[in-house]
């Protein structure tokens, strides 16, 4: 499919749209840099560099005034590309240290674009909410559920219904009569909720010590109190878990309205199951290491 025109907003929370003239750009200014500040003097391609961008370095004060070495007044079109760069992004400012890696200079720019909001969340942690919808570890298809559901946008009922493409926004598990929102589907209703308690012994053991409650912004979301004391890995493994369990939800559901196809409990956890252990394979590799290799409690000889 042919995409001409881009309408997602290149924001924090546009899912990471590729900025190409971000990244090329980033990555020739670091490498002129870093080849002017190359201290070998016998170095022919740190001392063209030298040559040609010196005096526009020199007023950023990133090279030191030398009157030894000649200078060129005015910057090459391909250096003058740099500048204009650098003066886009705001950047002239920055240290030697973010200026010489592209890296540095893509994150620092990406910190500062403007953050779309999740509602009932503050600015910060829709940034959190954004990072975790992008997190490496997921593959694509639980990527683009979190986005959905952090923008509130998974075709549910009510979702279809408000933009008259459904005939009712009602939930279409029977019995229940709420208006089939993403927080109904993922957390309030009693399919939900089942299945919440029934995976708790797989995503328990990777909740934050301190017995935290697993609340609707920590299981759909990814954020709240008690996170920050996790390590990188220990919030991997929680995060794909409570991916899996929302992918899992959301899979039976579609099977109901789609194929009128009620799935039993039991079988909508063995799907759980068995998505974590794909994640096991492709992660930790085929032995299939325990998610959060930690010794289980009974084994743990610290305890009595
Ligand atoms: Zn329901």
Known sequence: MKRDIVKKKPENGGKGLPDPHLFLGSRFTALHIKYALTPSEDNKTAAMTRFWMGSYLRTLKI???????????????????????????????QDVTILTNHKHLVSFVQDREPVSPVPGLTLREATQVWRNAAHPALQNRHKDLSWMVAHEILP????????GMAKNPICPRPGCNFPETVRHLLWECGAARDLWAKTGPLYFPCLPAGGAQLGYQLAILGVGRGLKDLTAQEFTSLWLTLNVIKDASWATRNLLVGKRVTVPLHACELKVTSMLQGYRTTIFGRGGRGLHGKVPAATDPGRP
Request: hydrophobic share 45%.
């Open 63 to 93: 090279l030191p005034v030398a009157l030894k070495s000649p200078v060129s007044f005015n910057l090459p079109k391909e250096y003058s590309f740099i500048k204009t760069f650098l003066k886009k992004y705001l950047l002239e400012q």
């Open 156 to 163: 549910v009922r009510a979702v279809m219904h408000s933009r």
